[in-house]
């Protein structure tokens, strides 16, 4: 499944808070077979959850979005748990 820039940008851009969690695709479980290629994984991502932007976990809808110059994963991640360990 090959998708445009056009179909990235659309599903980029849909407002989660107008999407009910019932209508999203529920990829709770889905388990990541490590034994296929990132290429095979993110095909049968793309599958299960059909918009990579927006899907649903546990009955609750997920957006991700990504910050062109926000930081690294590692470093949000790190503070976030930096931050739950001190109880803030």
């Given at each position: 499944?090959?998708?445009?820039?056009?179909?990235?940008?659309?599903?980029?851009?849909v407002n989660i808070g107008a999407v009910s969690a019932d209508m999203l695709p529920e990829v709770d479980g889905m388990a990541l077979d490590?034994?296929?290629?990132?290429k095979e994984r993110?095909?049968?991502f793309l599958h299960k959850a059909a918009n990579p932007y927006c899907f649903c976990v546990g009955g609750v809808g997920v957006k991700i979005e990504f910050a062109e110059d926000g930081p690294a994963l590692q470093d949000a991640l790190c503070a976030f748990l930096l931050r739950q360990r001190s109880g803030l």
């Open positions: 499944m090959k998708l445009t820039a056009q179909e990235l940008e659309n599903m980029r851009s490590h034994t296929l290629s990132n993110i095909a049968r």
